[in-house]
């Protein structure tokens, strides 16, 4: 088994990400691509993710890839996670995710939703949204009274309630008939989605030009090269697969594999051969790599075992309720947080830092957030360090 240092194993991490001082990339595609897709449960997540990694980015350039140029796409596919991919990427992360027909029908009955009624608002819906789209209010202004109605679904002690309409957009947005997404430049959460037919916004896109089988194996490589060095408890969470699948999809890729150990970690982890050959002859820096981080970005939500990322007893500050939170990042390990109203284009911007940093650390911290308040509040906005310090 080969043997790496944390050190050079993060830092490699990171140049692959496009986070590693000096590595930034030069276009959206570039980023997306190798990095597999942007989560984009927030709105604004995506600019951020990728002013993290590129230069000079400006809100346009994802703007105009995602509604001019039609080259990105908004789907769920990883956890039943939304994020943005690019077209070429699109069949695989669909095909890969995809719920079976069974466990489709499955979800659609703990909703209450019967095949025949499920058939029938499928079809008006189509009808509906021809020509452009429309909200989920127009939608059911569109509809007959009468075709709608509220369910609801029980988990344990939790009950969660919508209507029937709610319930059969997002299942036609699961298998790939519809999208929805909001309007350029939009920041506001409060802003409606439109729903539109795929065919009309992509008429090229093909999801159904690769099987599942082949599109879970593609992957399971695509994740072991962009994140990689992995666990195979990694590679799982983080598509979402059952064990049987990951490890169907990774017998598959064996012979393009191979196990390292990084000190101080008990875990197996897994790289591909050719990516592990690039490592030997990565050399890392001798300077500080600093980068402010969204709400679910994909370097901080792309493992199940966070050792590398953040002391343990800290983990929790980070990792709230399912979803990480705005990151400080040095060298690869999460060393503060940031709060999300700049999100939504609102300051300031409040910096918590785990324990007090060295005075050129907490300097271009600040200038980076800075820099993310002029990115999305198109001002200058203040930056506050909160007094809280959760470990001296």
Known sequence: MRALGEQVSTQYVLKKHYLLKGSQAGNVLQVVNDIIALHATSVGTPYISLFA?????????????????????????MRGTLFISSIESAPMLYQATRLSEPRFSKWLNKW????????????????????????????KKALP????????????????????????????????TII??????????????????????????????????????????????????????????WTGFPKTETKDAMAAVEKELLYVEISGFREEHLMVKNDYEQLVKFKPLK??????????????????????????????????????QPTILLNGKIIGTWNRNIEQGKPPIKLLFFKKPEKQVEKEVVQKAKAIGRLMANKEVGVEIEKQIVLD
């Not at 939703?113 to 939608?139: D, F, V």
């Not at 300077?287 to 800290?314: N, Q, V």
Request: proline share 3%.
């Open 180 to 237: 929805s997404e909001k309007g350029a430049e939009t920041l506001q959460i409060t802003k409606a989605n439109r729903y539109m037919l795929s065919q009309e916004i992509y008429p090229e896109l093909n999801l159904e030009s690769v099987g599942s089988q082949d599109a879970r194996v593609m992957l399971v490589k695509r994740y072991v090269k962009a994140f990689g060095p992995v666990t195979e408890d990694d590679i799982a969470w």
């Open 53 to 77: 990694r590129m230069k000079n980015f400006q809100r346009k350039h994802l703007d105009e890839e995602f509604y001019v140029n039609r080259n990105l796409i908004r789907l769920s596919c």
């Open 145 to 176: 009274r009468e075709m709608v109605r509220s369910v609801e679904l029980r988990a344990g002690k939790d009950v969660y309630r919508g209507t029937n309409v709610n319930i059969v957009l997002n299942a036609m947005t699961l298998n790939g």
């Open 112 to 139: 209450g939703i019967q095949p025949s009624e499920y058939h029938e608002l499928t079809q008006k819906l189509l009808n509906i949204l021809k020509g452009g789209g429309k909200t989920l209010l127009e939608i």
């Open 287 to 324: 300077t500080s790599s600093i980068s402010l981080l969204p709400y679910e970005d994909p370097y901080t939500k792309g493992y199940e075992a966070r050792a590398r990322l953040i002391d343990r007893e800290l983990e929790k500050a980070a990792y709230v309720g399912g979803g990480v």
